[in-house]
T-cell receptor, first 114, second 111 residues
Framework: ETGVTQSPTHLIKTRGQQVTLRCSSQ?????VSWYQQALGQGPQFIFQ???????GRGNFPPRFSGLQFPNYSSELNVNALELDDSALYLC?????????????FGPGTRLTVL | LAKTTQPISMDSYEGQEVNITCSHN???????ITWYQQFPSQGPRFIIQ???TKVTNEVASLFIPADRKSSTLSLPRVSLSDTAVYYC????????????FGPGTRLSVLP
């Protein structure tokens, strides 16, 4: 157990809808990163939040957005869902100290877009 | 961000030692090397992290040569439950720089 939790576990949406995924960081961590993992592939970095500000973004369109709250929990929002958005969405928390900053992953949210 | 290359798949038998080597020729001076294990439909689980020489914990060892252009994850006496995908990552989580996951190594442990 990493102490990182995500909700919901599974979600089914239709194309064009919007979705919000939630993540609670491990206690003491100040950084949250979100990843998308398609079936059979490695996780792809979406963005990272540090002290409530976006601090790095991967190659994802603006319809992927996020928030980090004062308690360091985080949300991932995806607008105008597309079929290709179907994936496992992973949240990872870490404590930024300038070193290796090991990321600890949650169990993920499985999103299916029909 | 340093790119990594790993074997796509490996097979082993229960009780054997498994070594998975990762190449990272353009690793930067401040980069760390981190290995994760992932089971289907679960989040990656941290195994071990190192910067240079050898690191050992209760589940694995990580060998890093002096030039740091490669690293080897060593799993002693694997069991069926070690069947998973193993990812080698190189980088340093700082100012938005983030780790890049490759396709990983799919390890199959046979009885």
């Amino acid at each position: 157990e990493t102490g990182v939790t995500q909700s919901p576990t599974h979600l089914i949406k239709t194309r064009g809808q919007q979705v919000t995924l939630r993540c609670s960081s491990q206690s003491g961590h100040n950084t949250v990163s979100w990843y998308q993992q398609a079936l059979g592939q490695g996780p792809q970095f979406i963005f990272q939040y540090y002290r409530e500000e976006e601090n790095g973004r991967g190659n994802f369109p603006p319809r992927f957005s996020g928030l980090q709250f004062p308690n360091y929990s985080s949300e991932l929002n995806v607008n105008a869902l597309e079929l290709d958005d179907s994936a496992l969405y992973l949240c990872a928390s870490s404590f930024r100290s300038g070193g290796g900053n090991t990321q600890y992953f949650g169990p993920g949210t499985r999103l299916t877009v029909l | 961000l340093a790119k990594t290359t790993q074997p796509i798949s490996m097979d082993s038998y229960e009780g054997q030692e498994v070594n998975i080597t990762c190449s990272h020729n353009n690793i930067a001076t401040n980069d760390y090397i981190t290995w994760y294990q992932q089971f289907p439909s679960q989040g990656p689980r941290f195994i071990i992290q190192g910067y240079k020489t050898k690191v050992t914990n209760e589940v694995a060892s990580l060998f890093i040569p002096a030039d740091r252009k490669s690293s080897t994850l060593s799993l002693p006496r694997v069991s069926l439950s070690d069947t998973a995908v193993y990812y080698c990552l190189v980088g340093r989580d700082n100012y938005g720089q983030n780790f890049v996951f490759g396709p990983g190594t799919r390890l199959s442990v046979l009885p």
